[in-house]
């Protein structure tokens, strides 16, 4: 894949969001989810 290094980061986000048990910490990744989708979904919109 050619995915730049900030792609990679929601992949990790949500591997570690499949393996969390503590609700606190998942809701604490699935945050930090939503906010890395989000800054994927902005960027491919300014290149478009």
Do not use: C, G, S, V
Request: proline share 4%.
């Amino acid at each position: 894949m050619n995915d730049r290094p900030q792609d990679q980061d929601w992949r990790i986000l949500a591997e570690q969001a499949a393996e969390e048990k503590d609700p606190t910490k998942l809701m604490e990744i699935i945050r930090a989810l939503t906010q890395a989708l989000d800054e994927q979904e902005e960027r491919k919109r300014q290149t478009a």
